[in-house]
């Protein structure tokens, strides 16, 4: 069953024509709601990305890799990268997997898993314009092959926790990840486990350059590619008070029935 649209201050603006499955399981939307539109100085970059989460669903267990270098250096993520020019962001997960991972998807094995709208600022500076890219997931449930060690990755196996996990617990490298797989891995996770393939993952997120003592949660800034640390956490008490950083300040996530496929077609072309 579908739930009724919301109004345009309730959901972003790229999903407000998609089928909702359900209400979003995580969101914190901007002081004066979602925009119905791009705000005047917003660019959306042309060049598009996926990210590829590789699930055993006989084990339980979801490969990850952390980052040699680059953007998302020091991190663990799904294995993807940019889709290049004339190729289908099908072709691109599979290929990308396979260089950073060594794994070869099989036909029925890869399939598309939703998308992430990723807003940050065009420069480190508190009224600063935005730049949105777009992230394509994809889920790899068979393959052929064995991870290795690749130039970007070292993929590693990670348990996939039950639903009512409690943080202290989670096996997963949350910690060692961009901030907003906080809230999106283990729903989408778990999503793939149950072989909800006709669940679509549906986000928007925003990082704003602001005082850290304003920042909506105490998940780390961002730090050019990465995120940034801190020695221990009363110096990050303490630098919360004068430092600035850019952080997760705004974000929305659902799951959309593979209905939504048709306006992400017309949009962002072949999947």
């Known amino acids: 069953m579908t739930v009724s649209s919301p109004t345009p201050v309730g959901i972003p603006h790229e999903f407000k024509n998609h089928q909702l499955i359900r209400g979003p399981f995580a969101s ?9 539109q791009d705000e005047i100085g917003t ?54 997997l396979e260089e950073e991972s060594g794994l070869v998807p099989e036909n029925e094995g890869l399939y598309y898993k939703g998308c ?23 889920a790899c449930v068979s393959w052929s092959g064995e991870p290795i060690m690749t130039e970007e990755m070292i993929p590693q196996w990670f348990d996939v926790p039950a639903e009512d996990i409690v943080d202290k617990e989670n096996p997963l490298p949350i910690d060692q990840m961009w901030p907003e797989a906080t809230f999106y891995l283990l729903p989408v996770l778990r999503s793939i486990l149950d072989d909800h393939r006709g ?19 105490s998940l780390p800034a961002l730090d050019g590619m990465t995120i940034r640390q801190y020695v221990t956490s009363s110096i990050a ?32 072309g072949t999947v």
């Open 116 to 138: 992430l709208f990723s807003s940050r600022p065009q420069s480190l500076s508190v009224d600063s314009k935005s730049s949105v890219i777009t992230i394509h997931f994809f």
């Open 43 to 96: 660019i959306r970059l042309k060049q598009e990305y996926t990210l590829i989460f590789v699930v055993d669903r006989v084990k339980n267990k979801v490969l990850l890799g952390f980052k040699r270098r680059g953007m998302g250096v020091d991190l663990y993520n799904g294995f993807g990268g940019k889709v290049e020019k004339g190729e289908s962001i099908h072709r691109c997960a599979a290929r990308e």
């Open 28 to 36: 914190h939307s901007p002081a004066a709601g979602w925009p119905e």
């Open 237 to 268: 008490h303490e630098d919360k008070k004068h430092d600035f950083g850019e952080c997760l300040s705004s974000w929305w996530m659902c799951f959309g029935s593979d209905k939504s496929l048709g306006p992400i077609r017309n949009e962002y």
């Open 199 to 217: 669940d679509l993952f549906l986000s928007r997120i925003n990082y704003e350059y602001m005082c850290l003592a304003d920042a909506p949660t």
